[in-house]
């Protein structure tokens, strides 16, 4: 366990903002998740959840508190057949090196979900998806401390809650309470079948690929979103930054009565909020030092902005635009480092 003081946010979160948080542990191992809560609570401190800070935001106060960060590794095959795959993985893995294993081996469910940044352990938190798949599809359970109870337990997907970027992991009374440790996957043998989003088709008929295996569809969604997504390591961004909108039957039909397209399933209908944002003329516009990507409209850059007031100011400037001229209110996708913990 490795344990720092006085660790600017800026530093450990991709969109670079934030004051110093008091304490910052790296938890290397199940047992430690214990050891760092405890050393929390001996200093009459808060904790904060944290893994690669790919989705969550520094106030300028900073974080008066610990925040706990997600080291755990390990991708351990629990069975494997010609059918599918079961695979716990370290919740500090990164989410796509996940991804990049099982999909070689050719197994489908998480390949749409192609480099997304952050850890596996805060998959299940927002219920990450992509191209039509969600981790909820493939998650078996999760191993997790419970801070209330002051136990290690698993929990079964089940009653995990899933909804769009939803989860009892960042909802209710229950959020911020689970360190989650493991996550356990059931894949099958096979491939994702049409019909595909726009931009992922096409990409596919742009190329002559009708082969769907895992591997190709892994590669497909790599090369769209390298052309799109800005690295994080180089450039300050928390990846999308504007959540979708999910939308009722009757609500899908009077959005496409405005002229705005919605990409309809038997299961959800869903209007891309980087079509709006792009559509209201606000690709490539700057905003107090943030720039709505002029690649991927949901994406916001952090060009030259130091504090999270000016986040604010340009977020709210942002939502503005789109309720004047769609009557929608965007809602941000990042979470913010405050006293109630979340997994990130």
């Known amino acids: 366990m490795i344990i720092r003081e006085n660790i600017p946010l800026s530093t450990i979160t991709t969109m670079r903002l934030g004051g110093p948080a008091d304490f910052v542990i790296d ?54 057949s010609e059918d599918g795959i079961v695979v716990k993985v370290g919740g500090g893995e990164v989410w796509d090196d996940f991804v990049e294993f099982v999909t070689n081996k050719g197994y489908s469910g998480v390949e749409a979900m192609s480099k997304i940044p952050g850890s596996v352990a805060a998959a299940p938190v927002q219920n990450i998806g992509a191209y039509g798949q969600d981790v909820s ?10 801070t209330m109870l002051d136990e290690y337990t698993e929990i079964l997907a089940k009653d995990c809650d899933f909804a769009y970027r939803h989860s009892i992991f960042n909802s209710g009374d229950s959020a911020g309470r689970y360190f989650i440790l493991t996550c356990t996957f059931r894949l099958l043998k096979g491939r994702i079948e049409p019909p595909f989003y726009n931009s992922l088709q096409a990409y596919l008929d742009e190329h002559s690929i009708s082969d769907y295996s895992p591997r190709n569809i892994r590669e497909a969604v790599s090369n769209i979103r390298a052309g799109k997504l800005p690295d994080p390591k180089a450039i300050a961004s928390a990846g999308s930054f504007f959540k979708n909108f999910i939308l009722s039957d009757a609500e899908a039909d009077e959005a496409e009565k ?19 944002l792009e559509d209201a003329g606000l690709k490539g516009k700057s905003f107090h030092g943030f720039k709505v990507s002029d690649k991927a409209a949901l994406i916001l850059i952090n060009e030259s902005a130091k504090t999270y007031a000016d986040l604010e100011k340009a977020e709210a400037e942002i939502a503005k635009i789109i309720f004047d001229k769609y009557g929608l209110k965007i809602e941000p996708e990042p979470v913010i480092i405050k006293e109630r913990a979340l997994n990130d």
């Open 27 to 80: 938890v290397e191992n199940p047992n430690e998740a214990l050891e760092a809560i405890v050393f929390a609570e001996e200093k009459n401190l808060p904790f904060y959840f944290l893994g690669t800070g790919a989705n969550s935001l520094g106030l300028d106060e900073g974080f008066h508190g610990v925040i706990i960060r997600n080291h755990i590794k390990g991708i351990d095959i629990i069975s494997e």
């Open 258 to 276: 405005k002229g705005i397209p919605v990409y309809r399933t038997s299961t959800e209908n869903k209007i891309n909020t980087g079509w709006l």
């Open 137 to 146: 599809n493939t998650l078996e359970s999760v191993e997790v401390f419970d």
